[in-house]
């Protein structure tokens, strides 16, 4: 049974029953599955650049995607910006709540050495910064917390795996009627098209940093991301400046 497949079993199975006593139970499981996976995961300890310059061993530590001096400081209303968050308690819907400049967009991608240094040109404004250099850095860290997200997932797939025969699938299973093979298949799945998607990913990442490395802030470019996995825009925060054919996006 592939995913689809599933998915509409799942579906006729909601209607056959009283939906919202259904919905309510099933996120709740998801939930506690969700939480399990979570408990069991391991924290990012490399910083995206992993090299001989890093501080700390490697260790990552809070980076913010934005600003926050910069662009979060000017859209914050008492120092807090709004931001959608998971809802544990309502089924399948999202909330958004009121998050403090300080923790907001932060995520741990890079180690203190080269979060300071790589980005005090735009994060400095005394600092003398050209378009591209810009436009490069902005595409660096929206990519490392990609690139980071995509690994998470990738551990995340590894630990449902491992957990298949755990009382959380066993009466997830029970309430869906799915059963414990067809999730196998579809863990195996989603693990194989990650693994597709983190080798383009690994070298997109040798390519960015070697162009930081020789300074010609080369950014990545529209037709690099033209595989039947990968998007051209990511992050939650922030989209990333990409075009079809030049290295920089016309800002005007």
Same mark, same amino acid.
């Given at each position: 049974?592939?995913?689809?497949?599933?998915?509409?079993?799942?579906?006729?199975?909601?209607?056959? $029953? +009283?939906? $919202?006593?259904?919905?309510?139970?099933?996120?709740?499981? %998801? =939930?506690? &599955?969700? =939480?399990?996976? *979570?408990?069991?995961?391991?924290?990012? *300890?490399?910083?995206?650049?992993?090299?001989?310059?890093?501080?700390?061993? *490697?260790?990552? !530590?809070?980076?913010?995607?934005?600003?926050?001096?910069?662009?979060?400081?000017?859209?914050?209303?008492?120092?807090?910006?709004?931001?959608?968050?998971?809802?544990?308690?309502?089924? +399948?819907?999202?909330?958004?709540?009121?998050? *403090?400049?300080?923790?907001?967009?932060?995520?741990?991608?890079?180690?203190?050495?080269?979060?300071?240094?790589?980005?005090?040109?735009?994060?400095?404004?005394?600092?003398?910064?050209?378009? %591209? %250099?810009? !436009?490069?850095?902005?595409?660096?860290?929206?990519?490392?917390?990609?690139?980071?997200?995509?690994?998470?997932?990738?551990?995340?797939?590894?630990? #449902?795996?491992?957990? &298949?025969?755990?009382?959380?699938?066993?009466?997830?299973? $029970? #309430?869906?009627?799915?059963?414990?093979? %067809?999730?196998?298949?579809?863990?195996?799945?989603?693990?194989?098209?990650?693994?597709?998607?983190?080798?383009?990913?690994?070298?997109?990442? #040798?390519?960015?940093?070697?162009?930081? $490395?020789?300074?010609?802030?080369?950014?990545?470019?529209?037709?690099?991301?033209?595989?039947?996995?990968?998007?051209?825009?990511?992050?939650?925060?922030?989209? &990333?400046? &990409?075009?079809?054919?030049?290295?920089?996006?016309?800002? =005007?």
């Amino acid at each position: 049974m592939n995913n689809l497949e599933l998915h509409v079993k799942l579906e006729q199975l909601i209607k056959e $029953k +009283y939906p $919202k006593h259904f919905r309510k139970e099933v996120f709740n499981l %998801e =939930n506690k &599955i969700y =939480n399990m996976i *979570s408990n069991q995961l391991e924290a990012n *300890s490399v910083c995206f650049f992993n090299d001989d310059k890093c501080s700390n061993n *490697s260790k990552p !530590i809070g980076s913010h995607l934005l600003q926050q001096n910069g662009v979060l400081s000017k859209i914050a209303i008492n120092n807090h910006v709004i931001m959608f968050r998971r809802n544990f308690s309502e089924p +399948y819907k999202i909330k958004f709540k009121p998050v *403090s400049i300080e923790s907001a967009s932060k995520c741990p991608v890079f180690c203190l050495h080269h979060d300071t240094s790589v980005f005090a040109p735009i994060e400095n404004s005394k600092q003398n910064c050209s378009m %591209e %250099e810009y !436009i490069f850095l902005i595409t660096l860290r929206s990519f490392a917390d990609e690139y980071t997200k995509r690994h998470e997932d990738f551990k995340r797939m590894k630990v #449902l795996y491992n957990n &298949i025969n755990s009382k959380e699938f066993e009466d997830y299973c $029970k #309430l869906t009627g799915a059963s414990t093979e %067809e999730f196998k298949s579809y863990i195996e799945s989603n693990r194989n098209e990650l693994e597709d998607m983190l080798e383009q990913y690994n070298f997109l990442r #040798l390519k960015l940093l070697t162009s930081y $490395k020789n300074q010609d802030y080369e950014c990545i470019t529209h037709k690099q991301f033209q595989s039947n996995k990968i998007g051209i825009a990511f992050s939650t925060t922030m989209i &990333i400046p &990409i075009s079809e054919e030049q290295e920089f996006l016309d800002t =005007n």
